[in-house]
């Protein structure tokens, strides 16, 4: 996934900034690597699993805005299969997908996120949620086994952000863990005993977080490069 930054003058830390989700490269890869395809590790943006895949296409956002945690339909991405048409409103990417484990034996996985190429700090602004196991029960609650919120700070940024949101909101904010942008890769999670049958709900949630105070001019022509896969740990060649 690429995301190409253009700032046409700064009114504020929500206007005057326009991002471009795909604008060079098409699309956000998900894949799993050899050993994990060989111990019978599969994805599919279907629940019914039917049709299994090694690798995933994620398609990408035009002339995507600036957005807030807030503004983000949480409960309609959890509950779409694959890419979620956000009518009206295409200022990020979501996209829920599963994993499945059919092979023969108990392994670990790891969920890594990328980060390619990064220039003028665009990954500043950027928020990038993943949800393991999202569900909406019949009181229209959000529920998650696990949730992951990554963002470039060692401490959490959103603080403004946190501060705007509904009591509601902040309930599903709290669930999510924060991980820092690193320059190589930011922060690996495990999913331990995937045992055969097993199967995991993901959602991959990607916007620029028009509070975040580097969402601004300095940030103009950037671009992010980011991938998601899955290794086997102990086994793969990055481990």
Same mark, same amino acid.
Not at 168 to 187: A, S
Not at 188 to 208: G, R, S
């Given at each position: 996934?690429?995301?190409?930054?253009?700032?046409?003058?700064?009114?504020?830390?929500?206007?005057?900034?326009?991002?471009?989700?795909?604008?060079?490269?098409?699309?956000?890869?998900?894949?799993?690597?050899?050993?994990?395809?060989?111990?019978?590790?599969?994805?599919?943006?279907?629940?019914?699993?039917?049709?299994?895949?090694?690798?995933?296409?994620?398609?990408?956002?035009?002339?995507?805005?600036?957005?807030?945690?807030? =503004?983000? #339909?949480?409960?309609? *991405?959890?509950?779409? &299969? /694959?890419?979620? @048409?956000?009518? $009206? +409103?295409?200022?990020?990417?979501?996209?829920?997908?599963?994993?499945?484990?059919?092979?023969?034996?108990?392994?670990?996985?790891?969920?890594?996120?990328?980060?390619?190429?990064?220039?003028?700090?665009? =990954?500043? #602004?950027?928020?990038? *949620?993943?949800?393991? &196991? /999202?569900?909406? @029960?019949?009181? $229209? +609650?959000?529920?998650?086994?696990?949730?992951?919120?990554?963002?470039?700070?060692?401490?959490?940024?959103?603080?403004?952000?946190?501060?705007?949101?509904?009591?509601?909101?902040?309930?599903?904010?709290?669930?999510?863990?924060?991980?820092?942008?690193?320059?190589?890769?930011?922060?690996?999670?495990?999913?331990? +005993?995937?045992?055969?049958?097993?199967?995991?709900?993901?959602?991959?949630?990607?916007?620029?977080?028009?509070?975040?105070?580097?969402?601004?001019?300095?940030?103009?022509?950037?671009?992010?490069?980011?991938?998601?896969?899955?290794?086997?740990?102990?086994?793969?060649?990055?481990?």
């Amino acid at each position: 996934m690429l995301i190409g930054i253009l700032c046409t003058g700064l009114l504020s830390a929500f206007i005057g900034l326009v991002a471009y989700f795909g604008q060079y490269m098409g699309t956000f890869v998900i894949s799993i690597d050899e050993y994990a395809i060989n111990l019978g590790i599969s994805l599919s943006d279907s629940a019914d699993y039917s049709d299994p895949s090694t690798r995933l296409l994620v398609n990408p956002v035009e002339k995507a805005l600036p957005v807030t945690f807030g =503004d983000i #339909a949480f409960k309609d *991405a959890i509950s779409t &299969d /694959g890419d979620m @048409d956000v009518t $009206g +409103n295409n200022n990020y990417i979501a996209y829920t997908f599963y994993i499945r484990n059919e092979g023969n034996v108990s392994v670990d996985v790891s969920l890594n996120l990328a980060t390619l190429t990064v220039t003028n700090g665009v =990954d500043s #602004a950027v928020r990038v *949620a993943v949800i393991e &196991d /999202g569900n909406v @029960d019949s009181d $229209g +609650n959000i529920t998650m086994k696990d949730g992951m919120l990554y963002m470039k700070s060692e401490e959490n940024k959103d603080q403004v952000t946190y501060k705007l949101l509904t009591d509601e909101q902040k309930e599903l904010y709290d669930q999510f863990r924060v991980y820092e942008f690193k320059t190589d890769h930011f922060g690996d999670y495990v999913m331990e +005993n995937f045992n055969p049958a097993d199967q995991k709900k993901f959602t991959l949630i990607i916007w620029l977080e028009g509070w975040d105070e580097d969402c601004n001019d300095s940030i103009k022509s950037g671009q992010l490069k980011m991938d998601l896969s899955f290794k086997i740990v102990g086994i793969s060649e990055e481990d």
